[in-house]
């Protein structure tokens, strides 16, 4: 029997409910049941030749008069067994078992929810439009231009390294909410998302299945969505029904009396619309089945950047070309530089005096090399004095115009949107949005160097505004 039942596991390839199977699902099974699966069958056909002779006939034929109760029993257990083994194969060639119930997701629902939407955002920056506006307002302008790189071929492979940082991130969570699985088709997701970069899938057939799988997908996000506002309703109903319960034994219970009476049939009807919630959102689901619809989802991004950025063949950014000790973000300085770039242009902004406090925290701000470099700088640069005010922040606002906005996006930068922002804000949209701007437009990948050096002349050219501001009242 354990053989039997070891077996049938290796035969469980795909999940049943809502009749999504998973293209290339026998693959799938191939990449991470392939240890399991084999000796599962041998132990299948061994026990058959011990159990029914050595070409698998049945014996019954011979001895079946003589069965009695136990082998009548016996015979009966086995056949159960091999009922549980039964599989339907699907047009794609996948299996789905009838037998295996999955892991209901229940409180996870907000977990998955969460895990839905940074695919989304995924696949809405990839969409045609996202990628066009990439390609035509944001690698070509002036502060990507200036601080990252002006290679638009090293450019889309940056973008390309971003968009599959995103994705191992969303692929991560599917491999652990795999794991969760009964099903052990969904165990060790991680090593099929390995091998997708060298699957060649049809993109029409994989956009088309993604595509539909993830309109389902954010149905059930946007219940769930629902649901985590009413279970909040539901606990506040909760919290005054036992408030007016406790206080129900002081004075005046008739009146008080009612209101506990509204309130247990407030609660009540909140119950059962919680209730009918959880049947029609994630809560209900199981992991099994949107596991599946979000392999797929992966498997189409994959193929979605190679399309939209180049391959990873060949395409990796070198260790030459992308130095991390020179770029901001890994060398962890990106936000520190932000922020020196913001007290620049919040002395400019200022019309008059520039309090004594305000240059000093700057200046102690500044990047060591730049305060190593300045003293010597203010030496040997000048200025005609006939520049007023106005023109030198005319001139530094040529440089601000552009280094301010990628400063701005950098501190306030913060990944993928979450379930409970994205709930409380009452809004469908789940790509980048306003005050949530894509990696290439902060100063996460800008070039240390060149980034000192835009800071440098602005610190030069902030000196000479002070020094202006001053000089009436110091000539004549």
Request: overall charge neutral.
């Amino acid at each position: 029997m354990d053989d039997l039942e070891f077996g049938s596991q290796s035969f469980m390839l795909a999940s049943k409910d809502d009749n999504f199977f998973l293209p290339g699902s026998s693959k799938l099974h191939e990449s991470t049941s392939e240890e399991t699966a084999v000796p599962g069958k041998m132990a299948t056909s061994e026990s058959r030749k011990d159990r029914f002779g050595n070409n698998g006939t049945s014996k019954v034929s011979r001895t079946g008069s003589g069965l009695g109760a136990a082998g009548y029993g016996r015979a009966v257990e086995i056949l159960d067994t091999l009922g549980c083994l039964m599989t339907t194969l699907t047009p794609d060639g996948g299996f789905t078992s009838r037998a295996t119930k999955g892991t209901q997701i229940s409180i996870l629902a907000f977990e998955v929810a969460n895990t839905v939407l940074k695919g989304a955002s995924v696949m809405q920056s990839l969409s045609e439009d996202s990628v066009t506006y990439f390609k035509q307002v944001v690698l070509p302008s002036e502060g990507v231009q200036n601080l990252i790189s002006s290679d638009m071929g090293e450019l889309m492979r940056i973008v390309a390294s971003d968009k599959r940082e995103e994705l191992r991130i969303f692929s991560q969570e599917i491999v652990r909410f795999g794991n969760r699985c009964k099903n052990a088709q969904w165990h060790n997701l991680d090593r099929y998302f390995v091998k997708l970069e060298s699957e060649n899938v049809p993109q029409k057939q994989l956009k088309e299945t993604a595509t539909v799988e993830m309109q389902k997908l954010m149905t059930l996000v946007q219940r769930t969505t629902d649901l985590y506002h009413e279970l909040h309703a539901l606990d506040r109903f909760e919290q005054d029904y036992r408030c007016q319960q406790k206080g129900n034994e002081t004075s005046n219970k008739v009146e008080k009396g009612d209101n506990v009476q509204v309130l247990r049939l407030e609660l009540k009807t909140q119950r059962g619309y919680v209730k009918s919630l959880k049947k029609r959102s994630l809560w209900s689901k199981t992991l099994e089945d949107v596991v599946e619809k979000l392999v797929d989802i992966v498997q189409y991004l994959h193929a979605e950047i190679n399309i939209s950025f180049g391959t990873s063949d060949g395409g990796e950014l070198s260790s030459e070309s992308t130095v991390e000790s020179l770029r901001l973000g890994p060398a962890g300085l990106a936000l520190h530089y932000a922020n020196t770039i913001i007290q620049i242009y919040g002395i400019v902004s200022r019309s008059g005096y520039v309090p004594a406090n305000s240059r000093d925290a700057l200046y102690q701000g500044l990047p060591p090399r730049v305060r190593l470099a300045l003293p010597n700088r203010l030496r040997t640069s000048s200025i005609p004095r006939e520049l007023t005010i106005d023109q030198i922040r005319s001139m530094m606002e040529k440089t601000l115009k552009w280094l301010v906005p990628m400063a701005i996006n950098t501190t306030c930068a913060r990944g993928f949107l979450r379930f409970s922002e994205w709930a409380k804000s009452g809004t469908e949209r789940v790509g980048r949005g306003p005050g949530r701007p894509d990696v290439i437009e902060t100063l996460y990948h800008a070039d240390k160097t060149r980034t000192e050096a835009y800071i440098l002349e602005l610190v030069v050219w902030l000196h000479h505004l002070v020094s202006q501001s001053n000089r009436p009242a110091n000539v004549k």
